[in-house]
Structures are given as structure tokens and as C-alpha cells.
């Protein structure tokens, strides 16, 4: 089965810098996202993305968060200037259309921590 | 808006022994509801979905859950577990239109115990 691919899958941070988290969604996928996990919480939806633009997002991404999809493969998540609350496990996902009945295929996670 | 409660944290059951994973949920338009596995060191996967007509849904692995309508309740079950079950679990919904967003429980992790 094709899968979404995450890189890095750890990264360590100092409070205040910048990180650009990447993800590879399936190639034929038009819908993308990023969820996150705080350790012991909830998986909580960050953002959505279709056709060069955010369709929706939460309260928790507010202006230090950005998306991005350069180059037509990557999609990234930039968080401008971390926060040690920032730190939490980074979901990215993708599906073929905006049916809502349709399952999102995640990638394995990019665990992001900030000191 | 909707929300997701998952009644336990940490399941530990043994080895061929049944097991169910609670779910329950409030929305004030009606969902699509979905169990999510993750496996150590893996994404999120698809382990069924509930969308209409039979509230008896079957999924991998031997999985299945029942849809509950006057309970709210999406709970999970298989009859015998293995090793190779031990994950973490989620429940997730979502509204059957408008936002697109999967509103997930806290999740339950499944220690399989030999």
C-alpha cells in the first residue's frame, strides 16, 4: 500500500528556533493535513490544505505556524519560533478526495522536542 | 462540535482472550465514526469505519466494533487477541458534512500479554 512519509522522525529543538517539519503524501492525493499529539492527550487536528491553500484550521495554529507545499511532492508544517508546549508527537496525512467518508492515510510521525 | 471519550487508557488482556475498547461520542449532527490503529514506531491506520446501514462493522485483523445510535458508543472488540495486537487504538468521528477534521479520543493502549 503507498504511504505518506515523515522526515526526520525525532527532532530536538531549542526553545525559540525555527523547524520545518516534512512530509511526503501519496502522489495522487489532492487533501492534506497535520495533526499532533501531546504525550498522554488527544490526537488534535493542526491544519487542512487543498489546492495551494488552507481549507481549515484549529485554534492551536495560530501565527507561528505555517504550511506549505513547495515543490508539488513536500508538504511542510514550520513552527517560526518554538515553545517547550510546542513539543508533542507531528502527524501528517493525505486522501485522494474531500469525501468525508473517505479514511486518511497518516505517515508514521515526526516526534518534535523542544528544550 | 463534536468530542470522543475513550473510557480507558491502558487495556491488558492475555493472550487469546476477548477483549472490547470503549468509545463514545457527542456530536450534534450526525458522523462517521472510525477506529485508528498505531503500532509501535508506525502511522495511523484505518482499522474500520462505520458510515451507514448495518451497525455491525467488521475490520483487519479480526476487528470489529457496533454502532451504538442511543448510546453514542462506537466500542471495539475482537474475541481473541495476539501478540501482534498490542498498539495503540483510537476513536475518531466526523461530521458527515461541513468541517473536515477528525475529532480523535485520547486513545487506548492494548498490551497483549502472553
Known amino acids: 500500500e503507498p504511504e505518506v512519509t515523515q522526515t526526520p522522525s525525532h527532532q530536538v529543538t531549542q526553545m525559540g528556533q525555527e523547524v520545518i517539519l516534512r512530509c511526503v503524501p501519496i502522489s495522487n492525493h489532492l487533501y492534506f493535513y497535520w495533526y499532533r499529539q501531546i504525550l498522554g492527550q488527544k490526537v488534535e487536528f493542526l491544519v487542512s490544505f487543498y489546492n495551494n491553500e488552507i481549507s481549515e484550521k484549529s485554534e492551536i495554529f495560530d501565527d507561528q505556524f505555517s504550511v506549505e507545499r513547495p515543490d508539488g511532492s513536500n508538504f511542510t508544517l514550520k513552527i517560526r519560533s518554538t515553545k517547550l508546549e510546542d513539543s508533542a508527537m507531528y502527524f501528517c496525512a493525505s486522501k485522494p478526495t474531500g469525501a468525508p467518508n473517505e479514511k486518511l492515510f497518516f505517515g508514521s510521525g515526526t516526534q518534535l522536542s523542544v528544550l | 462540535a463534536q468530542s470522543v471519550t475513550q473510557l480507558d487508557s491502558q487495556v491488558p488482556v492475555f493472550e487469546e482472550a476477548p477483549v472490547e475498547l470503549r468509545c463514545n461520542y457527542s456530536?450534534?449532527?450526525?458522523?462517521?465514526l472510525f477506529w485508528y490503529v498505531q503500532y509501535p514506531n508506525q502511522g495511523l491506520q484505518l482499522l474500520l469505519k462505520y458510515l451507514s446501514g448495518s451497525t455491525l462493522v467488521k475490520g483487519i485483523n479480526g476487528f470489529e466494533a457496533e454502532f451504538n445510535k442511543s448510546q453514542t458508543s462506537f466500542h471495539l472488540r475482537k474475541p481473541s487477541v495476539h501478540i501482534s495486537d498490542t498498539a495503540e487504538y483510537f476513536c475518531?468521528?466526523?461530521?458527515?458534512?461541513?468541517?473536515?477534521?477528525?475529532?480523535f479520543g485520547q486513545g487506548t493502549r492494548l498490551t497483549i500479554n502472553p
Open positions: 475518531a468521528v466526523r461530521p458527515l458534512q461541513g468541517a473536515q477534521k477528525l475529532v
Open positions: 456530536s450534534s449532527v450526525s458522523v462517521y
